[in-house]
């Protein structure tokens, strides 16, 4: 079924419709049109408004019907979508059309009306936000719930051995995979920990030093610079991080005699950190940007040092603020995909050794979902259950992040 | 020191102990600022060699190494019946023309093992242009002249100099017989290196010299438009709703507070509401732009609205006021005055959140934009991939020479990101306003 004939006649007629309008708005004699409360434009736009409102809904319940699941008379349900409807849908826009010229007259609060469709449609796109968060939601609880119909809870949330590869034959070896999650987050911990202690000194000391100690002409020059990190494509990171800094630490580790290997979580916590720094440095910038010049004028006025006053008086009172930031960039650093797809490893390993392979939970995602799969197999399945656990985590972090910046302002608004 | 002296005697608590700690204190603060700065110059030094190992991998990805040889078009091979017409010239064998020339070249290569060797010098890619040479210009049948073939990949990178020869011949990829006629070909001033044209202008391809970023541009492109056209237009009128005519109750303090969730939640989730709403229940076509730009779209929504809301938040009220005060409606102020007025802070949103869609890969991975597609796509719908995800798929190609095609394709994709800022950047400057 071609929609396109459908548009082009559909925007044919609506101009007809607005050409037709306007012209009968100034066809009224002078006086009347004077007082008239809106101009010709203005009634062109009414006629087209109905001329389009009709056909929408109509392709609306068009939409909704076709995705029903109406299997039982076939040729039936294919005739209603091939005929029944696009007849409908220019029988609506043919009566909206005719409907809104005989209502037009001189008198007639066209603008009125118009705007309450443009309040309607703002409306509307708003809160198609909310939906996306339902959808979300949605889209990843209803195959979690499919996914622990055949996996206990206990065994997803405690067990230590991750093995999904599923057999295609029932009496496979090996048949039935295992899928604890334990050993993929605290792979993704791991990794986060590493990541955060190379960018939380660094971004927050950069940080300090841009707001307190540098000249504004290094501040201008020096703060996009640093800003650049974070609109690097992250797929480029994780190519940095697998071909230059893996093998950069392979090779000092052979050097210094230890045994490291190239899909080590140290280089995928490197790159991530290096990813972040901008990300908390220019938060917790803002938040040191925020904390009232009073302050700092009685601590030196006390005879403190810059460090002294930055150490013992300002982070004190950004605290809270910092502490926003850096739950915002563990919940970055949680959820990144490609630095740890392409540089850390798949194969799941419980481990605390930074040396080590281990892999994430958004690596594990990646890997059931790609390639060909049947839908309701336990391994797509989890995928899903993985994505609904970060999504949880990541928006935990945020609200508390948000709640913790938010009372901070309110301190010293 | 005379100085300390005097307020010694002046002052009685200024002791050495005390000058000491004072200068103990400030070499602390000289310590303090060192490490601030020496912080953001770690930080910098990362960007340099991230960028520096990128770019110094890449730029020979621009320049192609070329055979020149001199062949025969032989019309016995060609085009025996003398038609001349289009399918014959499709279908004629140029792979025997191309071994024919080599064999000239190297008259004493023999046994089937070195002729293998020796055919695999140019690259299998050659026969299609050679091909396509021959189509355009029929009257070359039956006449010798020279022409350009691209070399293989392995000796593209032995003659960039990626391949050393002081390895041993069991761990080198060219062989000592082929760095032999490589070194023949040389003194007769038959290798060249030109400008790699095929690099902009073709698809992806197995054989790494041969392979393209055109598709790949094509399919960002599309899917970028996508991504514009759904969340540029929802994204503003949900910014203006938000900030003009929102009463304040609990709805829109949970409509804001879900945005700027949702501007943290991690793209990967949003392949996967990709997955399940665009391909499960939608039964849109896998791999195409059209279910990519959708899914790119609900992700920029979030930046656009936050940026969208601060723009139209800084315009000062007198501008409203003014405006109603003149008997317009509070839509005529908001559509003539306000938002006219914040629309350079919204572009450069837009511009940013468009950018960030630009370098976005692992949604894309989701919804299956990873497969191996070498025709230029058509329209939305065409199975296509996306700049990053080519960039994806080349890092995990074994051979040697895709490293090479993927720092290339990584400095397109920054020189484009660069741009795209650089306008952002420009227009804030050119119509920043403050009020």
Redesign the interface.
């Known amino acids: 079924m071609s929609i396109l004939p459908l548009i082009i006649l559909l925007l044919a007629m609506c101009a007809t419709g607005y050409w037709y309008g306007s012209k009968k708005a100034l066809s009224a004699p002078l006086p009347v049109r004077y007082l008239s409360s809106g101009n010709p434009h203005q009634f062109g736009l009414f006629v087209v408004v109905w001329g389009v409102l009709p056909p929408a809904m109509l392709f609306i319940l068009w939409l909704v019907f076709s ?1 029903l699941p109406i299997d039982a008379d076939g040729s039936i349900a294919q005739q209603i979508d091939k005929v029944v409807f696009p007849a409908l849908i220019m029988l609506g826009a043919a009566a909206g059309l005719y409907m809104a010229i005989r209502e037009i007259n001189p008198k007639l609060r066209v ?1 009125k009306s118009l ?1 309450r469709c ?2 309607a ?3 509307l ?6 939906f ?2 339902v ?2 939601v949605l ?2 609880l ?2 979690t719930i499919q996914f622990f119909e055949k996996v206990p809870y206990s065994e997803f949330f405690l067990a230590l051995d991750w093995s999904p590869q599923t057999a295609m034959r029932a009496d496979q070896v090996g048949s039935s995979g295992s899928f604890g999650a334990v050993p993929l987050f605290t792979g993704t911990m791991l990794i986060t920990f590493i990541a955060m202690i190379v960018a939380v ?6 940080a ?3 707001t ?2 540098a000249s504004r002409r290094f501040r201008a020059t ?1 703060k996009p ?2 800003e ?2 974070a ?10 991080a ?3 800094v893996g093998v950069f630490f392979r090779d000092v580790g052979t050097a210094i005699g230890l045994d490291v290997v190239t899909e080590s979580a140290l280089a995928a916590g490197v790159v991530m950190g ?1 990813m972040i ?2 990300f908390i ?1 220019s938060l917790s910038d803002d938040v040191i940007m925020a904390v009232p010049q009073n302050l700092r004028d009685a601590s030196y006025g006390l005879g403190a ?4 006053t ?2 013992k008086v300002i982070i004190p009172a950004a605290l809270p603020g910092i502490v926003g930031a850096i739950l ?1 960039a563990m ?2 650093a ?5 630095i740890v ?2 540089a850390a490893g798949f194969a799941a390993n419980l481990t605390a050794n930074p040396l080590e392979a281990v892999t994430t939970v ?1 690596v594990q ?2 890997g059931l ?2 390639g060909d799969q049947e ?1 309701d197999s336990a391994k797509t399945l989890a ?2 259950a993985l ?1 609904l656990t ?2 949880v985590i ?2 935990c972090l ?2 508390i992040a ?1 709640l913790v910046v938010r009372k901070y302002r309110e301190k010293y608004d | 020191m005379t100085d300390t002296q005097e307020l010694k005697e002046k002052v009685s608590w200024v002791t050495d102990d005390a000058m000491e700690k004072l200068a103990r ?2 070499r ?2 000289r ?3 060192r ?6 110059v ?3 030094v ?2 340099a ?2 960028l520096v ?2 770019i110094g ?1 890449g730029y020979t990805a621009f320049i192609q190494t070329t055979i020149t040889l001199d062949v025969t078009f032989s019309e016995a091979i060609i085009d025996p019946k003398g038609a001349r017409d289009h399918k014959t010239l499709k279908a004629a064998s140029y792979r025997t023309l191309i071994r024919e020339a080599l064999r000239k070249e190297f008259p004493d290569v023999s046994t089937r093992k070195d002729l293998r060797a020796l055919f695999g010098l140019i690259s299998k890619g050659a026969v299609q242009e050679f091909r396509d040479l021959v189509i355009s210009d029929p009257d070359l049948i039956g006449t010798t002249s020279s022409v350009e073939l691209t070399a293989s990949d392995d000796i593209d990178m032995f003659s960039k100099g990626y391949i050393s020869r002081n390895v041993s011949e069991e761990d080198r990829r060219v062989k000592d017989i082929e760095i032999k006629w490589f070194d023949q070909l040389q003194s007769n001033n038959a290798i060249q290196t030109v400008f790699n044209k095929r690099f902009f202008t073709g698809g992806d391809s197995r054989e790494p010299e041969v392979a393209g970023i055109m598709g790949a541009l094509v399919g960002s492109l599309y899917t970028l438009l996508i991504t514009f056209i759904i969340s540029f ?2 994204g503003l ?2 910014a ?3 900030e003009e ?2 009463p304040k109750n609990k709805i829109t303090v ?2 804001e ?6 501007a ?7 392949g ?2 990709g ?3 665009f391909l ?3 039964h849109m076509p896998r791999s195409a732009p059209l279910v990519g730009g959708l899914t790119l779209a ?1 992700m920029t ?2 930046t656009i ?1 936050i940026a969208a809301r601060a723009s139209i938040r800084a315009v000062p009220d007198s501008i409203r006021n003014a405006a109603l005060a003149l008997g317009a ?1 509070k ?1 005529q102020s908001v559509f003539h005055h306000v938002l006219p007025l914040s629309m350079p802070g919204i572009l450069t949103g837009t511009i940013i959140g468009l ?1 960030q869609a ?5 949604p894309l ?2 919804i ?1 934009m ?1 497969a191996f597609i070498v025709d230029i796509p058509g329209g939305v719908t065409d199975p296509a991939t996306v700049l ?2 080519q ?2 798929l080349w ?1 995990d190609s074994p051979e040697r020479a895709f ?1 090479e095609k ?2 290339g394709a ?1 400095i397109v ?2 020189g484009f ?1 660069v741009f795209m ?1 650089a306008i952002a950047v420009l227009l804030r400057k050119k119509f920043e306003r403050r009020w």
């Open positions: 995705f603008r705007e443009v309040y449609a703002l409306l796109a708003s809160t198609l936000s909310v996306t968060t959808g979300i889209s990843l209803f195959e000194p660094l971004g927050l000391m950069s300090i030093y841009m307190e100690y020096v610079i640093l650049i990190l609109g690097i494509p992250t797929v480029v990171y994780g190519f940095f697998a071909l230059t290096m720094i901008p440095s040092t810059k460090s002294e930055v150490l915002l919940s970055r949680i959820g990144e995909t490609m797809v392409m958004t995602i990646v979902l790609v839908f995928a899903f994505a970060l999504f990541t928006l945020n609200v948000l | 204190r400030h602390s603060e310590r303090f600022k490490l601030g700065l020496s912080a953001i770690i930080a910098l990362m960007l060699t991230l190992s990128i991998r237009p929802i009128m949900s203006i709703y938000l005519f929102a949970l409509i507070v879900n945005i700027n969730n949702l943290a939640v991690p793209s990967i989730v949003y996967l509401l997955v399940a709403l499960n229940v939608a609900l929504l979030p609205i409606s839509q950018s630009l370098g976005e890969t692992a991975l989701m299956g990873v990053p995800v960039i994806f890092a490293v993927t720092s990584i994709l920054l990101l800022n």
